[in-house]
T-cell receptor
């Protein structure tokens, strides 16, 4: 099992460019999440998908869109990148959205917006 | 507002000594509490969680954590630190407030000195 995989690992964008971060999990999990990690701020939830076919906003959704393509895949799109979106992005998945299920994280995408 | 606090940005400990990484929380209701570890350039890995029952929870790699409801704390401990324990540690709490949410602390960098 690969667990949670993310592509790309690194990306540099110019302000205004767009890109899509890809995430896939092979654990048959129902729920998937996108976080950003900034120094001194911990992890903040951008969007989540409690189950296939649903997506909801998290704490910091502005400037992002998501697509739950199927049960395995959950992508994050930046339509017009801004320097404030320079961050490390993590995708995670869990068996379900409720209760105390553990989240499993991907290795992250380090994004720099110039 | 619901929150998780990790009061120490960095903890230094000598190899072989006991270590403690502190976490306190402020949430309504009965929270589920988690510890995750992040090694350089990697995603977060689950260490342990408290749901209910025994206040002392044992997890991976010899780590344990003690839930203290009166002090609203969930400190991470290990009896004898290893250099390989050096990493970034995150406390997280799972709460229900209209929907389920994960709230992460800002992280504590543990440095174990040989």
């Amino acid at each position: 099992n690969a667990g949670v995989t993310q592509t790309p690992k690194f990306q540099v964008l110019k302000t205004g460019q767009s890109m899509t971060l890809q995430c896939a999990q092979d654990m048959n999990h129902n729920s998937m999440y996108w976080y950003r990690q900034d120094p001194g701020m911990g992890l903040r939830l951008i969007y989540y998908s409690a189950s296939e076919g649903t997506t909801d906003k998290g704490e910091v959704p502005n400037g992002y869109n998501v697509s739950r393509l199927n049960k395995r895949e959950f992508s994050l799109r930046l339509e017009s990148a801004a320097p404030s979106q320079t961050s490390v992005y993590f995708c995670a998945s869990s068996v379900s959205f409720s209760g105390a299920d553990t989240q499993y994280f991907g290795p992250g995408t380090r994004l720099t917006v110039l | 507002a619901q929150s998780v606090a990790q009061p120490e940005d960095q903890v230094n400990v000598a190899e072989g000594n006991p270590l403690t990484v502190k976490c306190t929380y402020s949430v309504s209701g009965n929270p589920y509490l988690f510890w995750y570890v992040q090694y350089p350039n990697r995603g977060l890995q689950f260490l342990l969680k408290y749901i209910t029952g025994d206040n002392l929870v044992k997890g991976s790699y010899g780590f344990e954590a003690e839930f203290n409801k009166s002090q609203t704390s969930f400190h991470l401990k290990k009896p004898s630190a290893l250099v390989s324990d050096s990493a970034l540690y995150f406390c997280a709490v799972r709460v229900f407030s209209g929907t389920y949410k994960y709230i992460f602390g800002t992280g504590t960098r543990l440095k174990v000195l040989a």
